[in-house]
């Protein structure tokens, strides 16, 4: 029987439904002891799910609708540098991007493939929490490089290989912002010249690792 809310995406597997009625448990504690006592091989990695509930740090990005949801997380190799994972539908439960899934060994319902990040829009889903949204959109975030780019490059050549190119949300996603440019030859340049300036440009003002990738206008 599936107690979480229902979604646009398959149901989730109900790992932390209990066998009370839905309405008695539906505090964060309650669905996190409720599976570490029915699944006590994911209780680590409920918790380490807990604390990303607890920091609101799943995403939803309307470019992307294919991708359940986007998982921040700070780099354990790099501090001060965050990292997003990708959750996506598979036929049998749910995938991510991080390097946690697939899990060595399967445990709990379903196919049995957790990772915290999996487990974490699981619960958001039974609690029927909102997923946060990114504080930033590609056109912002592009504008934003290019005033810190003024700063960085000489006046004329800012003004002709970067003036009047603007961001493409349709296309851009939160790890990789597409930039409409005028012409081949700019394209070019662009990827060929200075793109480590532009990269680490966009990242300082993203806050995390990203890529940018230009395309012609038509």
């Not at 889903?125 to 290019?146: D, G, H, I, N």
Request: proline residues 11%; glycine residues 4%.
């Amino acid at each position: 029987m599936n107690l979480f809310a229902p979604t646009t995406h398959p149901p989730p597997l109900p790992l932390f439904s209990p066998s009370l009625p839905p309405t008695l448990i539906r505090t964060p504690q309650q669905a996190i002891q409720s599976a570490c006592h029915r699944w006590p091989a994911l209780a680590e990695t409920v918790r380490d799910a807990a604390a990303f509930v607890d920091n609101h740090a799943l995403f939803s990005h309307p470019a992307t609708p294919q991708i359940v949801a986007w998982c921040q997380k700070e780099s354990l190799t790099h501090p001060g540098i965050t990292t997003y994972h990708r959750l996506t539908p598979t036929r049998t439960g749910f995938a991510c991007t991080c390097p946690d899934w697939p899990p060595e060994s399967r445990a709990g319902p379903g196919d049995g493939q957790y990772c915290p990040h999996i487990l974490a829009w699981l619960l958001t889903v039974y609690l029927r929490q909102p997923l946060s949204v990114f504080p930033f959109s590609a056109c912002e975030l592009w504008q934003a490089t290019l005033t810190a780019l003024q700063g960085e490059m000489l006046k004329g050549a800012y003004t002709f290989w970067l003036e009047g190119t603007v961001a493409v949300p349709e296309t851009s996603t939160p790890l990789v912002l597409t930039i409409h440019v005028p012409n081949r030859l700019t394209q070019e340049w662009l990827a060929e010249h200075i793109y480590p300036t532009i990269h680490r440009a966009l990242c300082k003002q993203a806050g995390y690792r990203m890529d940018v990738t230009f395309v012609i206008s038509r």
